[in-house]
Every structure is written in structure tokens, then in C-alpha cells.
């Protein structure tokens, strides 16, 4: 300390070379106070019954209010006198806060002056050493509070520690990091991607996409109730789902397991048999289009199971079909197909991921898709084309918005491979000019894989001899689909 250093004249301390006066700022605003006494509540105001009871139910939130009301207080009144911010006290009249915890209740009571008469066996411990609202030193952390059960002999104050350390706890549970207008601007956003995957560019909705998933994976690294635990996990789940099959469609197949893998976790912790099933039959499209078709059956037994009606099982009896159909096994597609028929019958049950929309549903277009491709595979490309032709028609007079591009484009490729085997080649070329004028970036990696055979068949012997097949062949020839090293993808 320097030479000639000043103390405080009532606690002490050392003053600042800045502060002419002989007390320090802390001793002189309680001087003031003193001289002028701030609000306090009447005698009176504690007689009212109605704030009687509020004190002893706990409820301090009516307190606050009866005690304003009566007193003629503001709430800036009743954050000087209890030490309380005047913001959580508006929040405790709301209703939206709880002062739950032993220590700032005491504060608060005493800081109001409730008579000893009015505070229960918890508080009266405090009423000794209570220190008044403008000293801060009262309180202490909030898991500091526990009933001590070796030194209490009154059961009513151990009931009442009790009470309040089960309603302390039950406050931090219900604490989140995500609001319920959050939640479903979450769930809209997924809605949003799910309806323009079908329709829309790749590239343009993955960026959203991604950018989805990692909001909703930062939330759950958070706290929230359980409740909505459960949903963010759903959504999460729902967004690597998506991902797995936009990872698929870029043609990138280890991308697309890992995403279902991520998937499949998110729905056995959201214990979800919805999301439990899709994962299963989407991981059952990927295998499907894949070397692993045996594997394809063995989800899609294993989602069927998950899936007591709905969509859902129509989706999943549909991929069997064209799995089976795919590996030869006739029987197997034509009893998925049967199934499929007996799903459509069936009354939907609610489900918890059609309800997003776009892929993740199964609407009749894309149900009759599946079928004409199945028998497309079954080499019965009759049959093959009388349903995809009607896919394509359901697409063509639907809403715009649920017109998929790539089932579409599809369908018209199993028309053209009728047509092509049946010897109907400017029938095939009609059908092929809409797959040879779509946009590069909404050529999904399976649509240049089905058009290599195409270029097969065009360049068999028996079709050498016709000037229309050859100029099919070389405008099918080198299709090019999405860039499939496209892995970082802008805006």
C-alpha cells in the first residue's frame, strides 16, 4: 500500500485516490438508503387470506401479484426489496418461472417482510442470518439445496426440504435450448425438402438440406424434456435419410449406407418403428440397385415387419417386388406384388414420416412406377408398359409439385425398352426425347445406368439394318448423369 493511503471510515477498505469522500461507494449508497427508506409492504397486506394461502402453496408468482396489488407496488419496487431481477419476476406473475429453489424463496419473502408466522419450517432456518436485498451476499448455488436428513428431527421440515428439492429438479428438466415455434420450423423446413426433392435439382436442395441436419444435430447436443428430445431425434433422423437418398441419386453408395447407418441410430433412440422402416426399405433401394439384390429382400422382410399398413408397407412391398423381380425370383416379385395390392386396401394407419411429404411418400404414380418396372425385369414388357404409362399419365395431370422427375424418367425407359423389344423403334425414340432433353443436373445416377442398357439393346445385330436405331443408339450413347464427384456443392 502506498504512503499515505485513505481507508473507508466504516468498513475499512482502501479508497480510491479517485474518491474524495471518507467512505467507499458501497458504504455510502447504505448510508443513503438508510436516510431515505425505500418501499416497503403494510402490516395490513398480510392479513389477506387469499395471499396467505398463496405463501403457503408455494405459489410465489400470485404472491408477487396479491402483494403489489395491495401495496401499491411496482415490480422495479419488488426487485429492490428482494433482490430479485425485475425481468424473472415479470416472468414469475407470467407464470413461465418457478422460484423453486430454498434460498432465493427465503430471499424473496424476507425481502417483502412476510411475517415468521406466515414462512414455513424451510425458511425460518434463514430468518437469523437473512441479510437484507440490497447486500447480494445471500444465496448459494442452487445444488447446494439438500434436505439434511441427519440433522433434522421436525418431519414436516423434512417433508417441506423434500418438496422443495423435487420441485427444483423437475425445473431443470423442463429447461430446454429449443422452443416449440423452433421445432416446427424444423419440421417445415424437412416438409419444404422432402416436397422439392421430387421435383426440384439435386444440387438445390442438398445445401438445405445439409445445413438442416447440422441445426438439428447442434440442438440435441444441447438440453431439452424428453419430449422434445424424442422429436429432434426423429427429424435428425429424417434429414440423414434424406441425405442417404440424395447420396444414392449423386451415385455415391458408401455416403448413402452411412447416412441410413446414422439414420437407423437416430430411430432406436427415438424407439420410432416409422423411421425404424423406412431406413430399413430405403436400405433395401440401395442394395436393390447395388451388386448386394439378395441383401435387398432381406430388409425389406425385415421393414415389413415394422410396418403394420400404410404407405409405408406399400413402399416396402413395391422395392421387394422389383428386388426379387431383379434376381429372377418371379414367384417372390409376383407375392410382394400381391401384398402390395393387399397394403393398398388396407386403412392407412398414421405414420410419422409420410406426413412431411414429397420422397417420403408413396402415392399411386409411384406405386404403379414400381410395378410396370418389375415386370419390365420379369421380361414382361406388356404388362411393363401398361404401368408405366400410367405412372407417367398420373404424374402429367397431378400437382406439379409431386411430379418426380426421376421416377418419371424412368417409367418412360421401361416404355422405351417394350417398345424396343417389341421392334416399335420410332415408338421408343418418342419416349426417349424427353430423357435425352432433360437438364443434366436432374439426371440422377440410376437414370444413366438404365440408359447404358438401352444403348445395349439399340446396338443388337437383329436392330443393325435400321437407320433409326443406330441414330438412337449414338444419341443414348455416353449419357452423361449428375457429376458423381460432385461432393461439395454450393449455393
Known sequence: MRKHARACADCGCRLSQYNLEDRCAACARG???????????PDEVWLDLDLQAAIAAWDFGRASRLIRDKAGLRQDDMAFMTGLSQGFLSMLEAGNRRLTNIDKAAQFLQGVGAPDALLGPPFREHSASFTPAHAPQLGRDRDDVRPETGNTTNLNELAAQAAARSLQFTDEITKTNVSDVELERLESA???????????????????????????????????????????????GTSCLLLAHASQNLGDEDAAVAQLQAAWTFAEQADNNDLRAWVKGSAALIAEWSTHRQTALDYTRQAIRLSPSGETRIRIA?????????????????????????????EAAPDALTRFGGLLTFPEAKQEYYMGG?????????RAEQHATAAIELYE?????????????????????????????EGAGEQLQPLLELPANQRIRQLGDAMEGVARLLEEPRLARSRVARELADATRGYKAIDTQAKALTP
Open 190 to 236: 424437412l416438409t419444404h425438402i422432402a416436397v422439392d426433392y421430387v421435383h426440384a435439382p439435386l444440387h438445390q436442395v442438398f445445401t438445405d438440406l445439409v445445413s438442416t441436419r447440422d441445426r438439428l444435430l447442434s440442438l440435441l447436443s444441447g438440453h431439452q424434456p424428453l419430449s422434445q428430445t424424442r422429436e429432434l431425434l426423429l427429424l435428425a
Open 318 to 346: 413395391a422395392i421387394e417386388a422389383r428386388a426379387a423381380a431383379r434376381i429372377g425370383d418371379r414367384s417372390a416379385a409376383m407375392a410382394a406384388l400381391e401384398e402390395l395390392q393387399r397394403a393398398r386396401e388396407q
Open 31 to 41: 448510508k443513503r438508503l438508510d436516510a431515505h427508506p425505500g418501499p416497503h409492504v
Open 397 to 425: 395431370s397431378g400437382p406439379k409439385v409431386q411430379r418426380s422427375y426421376g421416377d418419371e424418367a424412368l417409367a418412360r425407359l421401361d416404355i422405351v425398352t417394350a417398345r424396343i423389344t417389341a421392334g416399335e423403334i
Open 374 to 382: 418389375t415386370f419390365a425385369l420379369l421380361g414382361e414388357h406388356q
